[in-house]
């Protein structure tokens, strides 16, 4: 069991907007910043979101994160049939001498 | 280019011990954290250790912790991680990372993979 709590499937048609959500706890998202991951079957993870809000570049702007007390969101504007993938986030939690925590994923699926 | 190649993965007997490498290039490596993350198959992502720059911080999961080892070589360039007393349970891809924010992962190597099996 994930320390981070996602939904384990998500799903919208084309040109929707979907969020997936990251409920965590007052050690990791109340206190640190949240990134979030993009994985394609059989590759590696990819930055889609760092510091919560941040955009790395190359990243459409169609992608957005934000955090409040201690969930976080991913959203996904103008919903594509790229975008199926596996969705994680992840934080830093400060209890004992400290870990980074990810969310169990979420398999976004494109209708 | 940030690039990250992960090698030493393959097929161990449990008890057994395996050392990964990762070679990194692109950015000055001594100036940034690194961490090992793992994917059994099929499963979610488990993150398994982390680096300080220098190497004088090092952090690990309950799972891992006293039989793996990260290490730093910064005159190489490259990240280890030394696994021994190995289990079933270690089976997964094993992936290196670059520090992207708060000892987050940014940039991801490909992977490679790890079998723990008789």
């Known amino acids: 069991q994930s320390v981070l709590t996602q939904p384990p499937s998500a799903s919208g048609t084309p040109g929707q907007r979907v969020t997936i959500s990251c409920s965590g706890s007052?050690?990791?998202?109340?206190?640190?910043?949240v990134n979030w991951y993009q994985q394609f079957p059989g590759t590696a993870p990819k930055l889609l979101i760092y510091?919560?809000?941040q955009r790395p570049s190359g990243v459409p702007d169609r992608f957005s994160g934000s955090k409040s007390g201690t969930s976080a969101s991913l959203a996904i504007s103008g919903l594509q049939s790229e975008d199926e993938a596996d969705y994680y986030c992840?934080?830093?939690?400060?209890?004992?001498?400290?870990?980074?925590?990810f969310g169990g994923g979420t398999k976004l699926t494109v209708l | 280019e940030v690039q990250l190649l992960e090698s030493g993965g393959g097929l161990v007997q449990p008890g057994g011990s395996l050392r990964l490498s990762c070679a990194a290039s692109?950015?000055?490596?001594?100036?940034?954290?690194m961490s090992w993350v793992r994917q059994a198959p099929g499963k979610g992502l488990e993150w398994v250790s982390a680096i300080s720059v220098s190497g004088g911080r090092t952090f690990y999961a309950d799972s891992v912790k006293g039989r793996f080892t990260i290490t730093r070589d910064n005159s190489k360039n490259t990240l280890y991680l030394q696994m021994n007393s190995l289990r079933g349970e270690d089976t997964a891809v094993y992936f290196c990372a670059k520090d992207g924010s708060g000892w987050l992962p940014g940039n991801w190597g490909q992977g490679t993979l790890v079998t723990v099996s008789s």
């Open positions: 510091s919560n809000n």
């Open positions: 692109g950015f000055t490596f001594r100036s940034d954290a």
């Open positions: 007052s050690s990791n998202i109340g206190t640190n910043t």
């Open positions: 992840a934080a830093w939690d400060d209890s004992l001498n400290g870990f980074v925590v």
